[in-house]
């Protein structure tokens, strides 16, 4: 079994920052890629920022430039740095992780990230 948790959300004011961790655990040799995620009421979740253990990234166009994914792989912990926050990135976050040799990716709870004044 596989466990996964988020850490970082909170509140922020529009263009500050936040610094999102997630870390993987459990019974696995080593991690293939992990994904932010994030869904905001009434809509569906979307892919934020994807980073594999290769360190190949890609961000949904909304994020570019203003967001960072970074991997750790001797943690199996990911990253995601926000910077420049705006109130359409107030979301649920979630984090989940694809393991070399398993099926299904595995989700953690969420953290919730608000940009407001």
């Known amino acids: 079994q596989v466990q996964v948790v988020e850490s970082g959300g909170g509140l922020v004011q529009p263009g500050g920052s936040l610094r999102l961790s997630c870390a993987a655990s459990g019974h696995f040799l080593a991690i293939y890629a992990m994904a932010w995620y994030r869904q905001a009421p009434g809509k569906q979740r979307e892919l934020v920022a994807r980073?594999?253990?290769?360190?190949?990234?890609n961000y949904v166009d909304s994020v570019k430039g203003r967001f960072t994914i970074s991997m750790n792989n001797a943690k199996h912990t990911v990253y995601l740095q926000m910077n420049s926050l705006k109130p359409e990135d107030t979301a649920v976050y979630y984090c989940?992780?694809?393991?070399?040799?398993?099926?299904?990716?595995?989700w953690g709870q969420g953290t919730q990230v608000t940009v407001s004044s």
């Open positions: 989940n992780a694809d393991v070399f040799g398993h099926q299904n990716l595995y």
């Open positions: 980073i594999t253990s290769m360190d190949e990234r």
